[in-house]
């Protein structure tokens, strides 16, 4: 790796790496060929974290919205993600899978990983949205309020991905200029980062360049 040299980098980066269909389209491919060649890219990126010392990386796998599309396509992001965390587990990493896992959408290869899972040495807190639903994620912190009449303070806590610590940058790949419900508590304070090319296009300098930009905002959380 080349000798990159920050004067801040984030704790925590979240991942949206849109663009898989619109580029399997773009090479006349099936759209639901595109989920597979995510997979390459993504282990790039891991593995760049790990160089740089980040702390924290989320991708975003699928949402339970994205279930609602055709069978094949369903299948074929079900399966890249399932081959992700298969890849994943030959690494240095402390991997925990967050989604609604009581749905029949929620590959069940995916259960043992819902608790954080150590892998090798550990190391990088890596975290993987699956049927991931922001609804769902606040749901569980409402419903322990209501048993606990716990404080507002208290609720960060009890949402679903209570293991998930705050987003300091989310990078999206695909240009398209939204969160589609990326983690809402963890990410109020992020900086948003979008990068035109579609995800299996991925540079590491895209994700340099992300890094550049970030490093020059102004972190206030606020204050």
């Not at 029949?104 to 049927?131: A, H, M, W």
């Not at 322990?144 to 716990?150: D, E």
Request: hydrophobic share 35%; proline share 4%; net charge positive.
């Amino acid at each position: 790796m080349k000798n990159y040299i920050f004067s801040r980098l984030p704790k925590h980066v979240g991942i949206i790496p849109d663009g898989n269909r619109r580029w399997a389209e773009r090479e006349g491919r099936g759209k639901e060929e595109g989920y597979q060649f995510g997979l390459t890219p993504g282990l790039e990126l891991f593995k760049l974290c790990c160089e740089l010392g980040i702390e924290e990386l989320t991708f975003y796998g699928f949402t339970h919205d994205n279930t609602k599309r055709p069978a094949v396509q369903k299948r074929a992001f079900q399966k890249a993600c399932i081959d992700a965390v298969h890849m994943l587990k030959e690494y240095d990493a402390a991997l925990l899978v967050v989604g609604n896992y009581t749905s029949p959408s929620f590959p069940k290869e995916l259960l043992p990983f819902t608790s954080r899972k150590t892998f090798g040495k550990g190391g990088i807190r890596v975290n993987f949205l699956v049927n991931y639903d922001w609804q769902w994620d606040l749901f569980q912190a409402s419903q322990s309020q209501l048993a606990s009449g716990g404080s507002s303070r208290q609720f960060a806590s009890s949402i679903a991905s209570y293991d998930v610590s705050r987003v300091d940058l989310i990078v999206r790949w695909g240009g398209r200029r939204r969160l589609s419900g990326f983690l809402p508590v963890q990410s109020v304070y992020a900086d948003f980062y979008i990068i035109d090319d579609y995800w299996p296009d991925f540079k590491p300098d895209h994700f340099i360049e992300a890094l550049r930009w970030y490093e020059k905002q102004d972190i206030t959380l606020g204050g």
